[in-house]
């Protein structure tokens, strides 16, 4: 993930289509993704060595489709990665009949496995441009580009049930009718205990309770947010890119102090405890994760595109992301992630134990949007909390 997030914020090739797909109001997002079949030949790569590749080209184009790939990797049992890929391998690894594919689809031989997603939603006017992938691409080489519709992403917020001691992934709410995802609970050197969630879901100063008074209506306050971020809105006419003007939001978060009368315990619901923050240096595409959330419950998913910007709506008014990482189903299963799962921690093997990669921040009906651990980490050192997972 930090290759991709390196490779945005510096290639002047992706610089240029970023540019080009922000003059259309109808583009709510931009992802990096890595080829689906390089990423089948690394994955099979693993199991079988290099050399169990060689009949690959004999296979012929059709084999080398995307969706043809999809069908693949779940009848393979292929969709949990073993380890994370290296920066070296996107660089200088490349899969028998690369060159093939390549001209396939008018790249040059050189073209990194890199796949820029220009990510529409469904035009809501005749007068709503699509961009063409010609036009992105004009005068750009080595990046694949692909348009494709999806639904508006929205921020998550919904109920359930009480627990004691409190910890990650439960429900909270704030008031009589906003809830969300409780996320891991923190210590400082005090032995003091903090908790983490969504600012969209509660403010800055806000009474938390848990559960959320929509589940249980005695619900009582286990705390307070002593810290959060304020998100900037825009628009819902104003397209969300990093050349509109319109306020950018790279975290949404609010840090509640539980009560000293409340007990707690440093643990994930489901998961179990964990052994720290994980740098974004060692994530990569198709690594597993795991995710507890209100609604959605427990699911073991997989780690998907960086979102470089994102727009997401929420009670009427629309926001913009930026650095988002997706988390998806790896057999392509819809609603893995839903309202409610705001704030519901992702973990994934770190060492001998799991630790903390990000945190659940909206969803759409393929999966969900998560900020990362290592920067809502610097959020909290910056704002002067010492705190440990």
């Given at each position: 993930?930090?290759?991709?997030?390196?490779?945005?914020?510096?290639?002047?090739?992706?610089?240029?289509?970023?540019?080009?797909?922000?003059?259309y109001r109808i583009v709510q997002g931009v992802a990096l993704d890595i080829d689906s079949y390089w990423l089948f030949c690394w994955r099979l790569a693993q199991q079988v060595g290099d050399g169990g590749l060689a009949i690959l080209p004999q296979w012929g184009f059709p084999w080398m489709s995307d969706a043809h790939l999809r069908h693949r990797l779940i009848e393979e049992r292929l969709g949990v990665f073993p380890r994370p890929i290296f920066d070296k391998e996107i660089l200088h690894w490349r899969p028998p009949a690369w060159n093939d594919r390549?001209?396939?689809?008018?790249?040059?031989?050189?073209?990194?496995?890199?796949?820029?997603?220009?990510?529409?939603?469904?035009?809501?006017?005749?007068?709503?441009?699509?961009?063409?992938v010609e036009a992105l691409r004009e005068g750009v080489d080595g990046l694949r580009v692909i348009v494709q519709t999806e639904p508006q992403s929205h921020l998550c917020a919904n109920p359930r049930k009480k627990h004691r001691p409190l910890v990650g992934g439960i429900s909270m709410g704030v008031g009589t009718s906003d809830f969300a995802t409780l996320g891991i609970v923190l210590e400082n050197g005090d032995g003091e205990r903090f908790a983490l969630t969504c600012a969209h879901a509660a403010a800055q100063n806000a009474a938390v309770l848990q559960p959320s008074h929509w589940d249980r209506?005695?619900?009582?306050?286990?705390?307070?947010?002593?810290?959060?971020?304020?998100?900037?809105?825009?628009?819902?006419?104003?397209?969300?890119?990093?050349?509109?003007?319109?306020?950018?939001?790279e975290l949404d978060l609010s840090l509640i102090r539980i009560n000293s009368d409340v007990p707690s315990t440093r643990e994930v619901l489901g998961i179990g405890a964990l052994n720290g923050v994980v740098r974004r240096a060692v994530l990569s595409s198709g690594q597993t994760v795991e995710v507890i959330g209100r609604t959605s419950r427990y699911h073991t998913l997989q780690l998907g595109p960086l979102h470089f910007w994102q727009s997401q709506e929420h009670d009427g008014h629309w926001y913009c992301y930026k650095n988002l990482f997706k988390v998806q189903s790896p057999y392509r299963e819809n609603d893995v992630i839903r309202g409610g799962d705001s704030?519901?921690?992702?973990?994934?093997?770190?060492?001998?134990?799991?630790?903390?990669?990000?945190?659940?921040?909206g969803c759409d009906d393929y999966g969900g949007f998560a900020m990362f651990g290592e920067s809502i980490q610097a959020w909290w050192e910056k704002n002067g909390y010492s705190l440990h997972v």
């Amino acid at each position: 993930m930090q290759f991709l997030m390196d490779f945005a914020e510096t290639d002047g090739r992706f610089r240029t289509i970023l540019r080009r797909a922000a003059a259309y109001r109808i583009v709510q997002g931009v992802a990096l993704d890595i080829d689906s079949y390089w990423l089948f030949c690394w994955r099979l790569a693993q199991q079988v060595g290099d050399g169990g590749l060689a009949i690959l080209p004999q296979w012929g184009f059709p084999w080398m489709s995307d969706a043809h790939l999809r069908h693949r990797l779940i009848e393979e049992r292929l969709g949990v990665f073993p380890r994370p890929i290296f920066d070296k391998e996107i660089l200088h690894w490349r899969p028998p009949a690369w060159n093939d594919r390549a001209r396939w689809l008018s790249l040059s031989e050189a073209s990194l496995p890199i796949v820029v997603k220009v990510c529409i939603r469904p035009a809501q006017s005749p007068d709503d441009r699509v961009p063409s992938v010609e036009a992105l691409r004009e005068g750009v080489d080595g990046l694949r580009v692909i348009v494709q519709t999806e639904p508006q992403s929205h921020l998550c917020a919904n109920p359930r049930k009480k627990h004691r001691p409190l910890v990650g992934g439960i429900s909270m709410g704030v008031g009589t009718s906003d809830f969300a995802t409780l996320g891991i609970v923190l210590e400082n050197g005090d032995g003091e205990r903090f908790a983490l969630t969504c600012a969209h879901a509660a403010a800055q100063n806000a009474a938390v309770l848990q559960p959320s008074h929509w589940d249980r209506r005695r619900a009582t306050v286990i705390g307070n947010s002593v810290l959060a971020t304020l998100l900037s809105p825009h628009s819902a006419s104003d397209p969300c890119n990093n050349e509109s003007g319109v306020p950018v939001n790279e975290l949404d978060l609010s840090l509640i102090r539980i009560n000293s009368d409340v007990p707690s315990t440093r643990e994930v619901l489901g998961i179990g405890a964990l052994n720290g923050v994980v740098r974004r240096a060692v994530l990569s595409s198709g690594q597993t994760v795991e995710v507890i959330g209100r609604t959605s419950r427990y699911h073991t998913l997989q780690l998907g595109p960086l979102h470089f910007w994102q727009s997401q709506e929420h009670d009427g008014h629309w926001y913009c992301y930026k650095n988002l990482f997706k988390v998806q189903s790896p057999y392509r299963e819809n609603d893995v992630i839903r309202g409610g799962d705001s704030g519901a921690p992702v973990c994934i093997a770190s060492g001998s134990g799991k630790g903390f990669c990000g945190m659940i921040v909206g969803c759409d009906d393929y999966g969900g949007f998560a900020m990362f651990g290592e920067s809502i980490q610097a959020w909290w050192e910056k704002n002067g909390y010492s705190l440990h997972v």
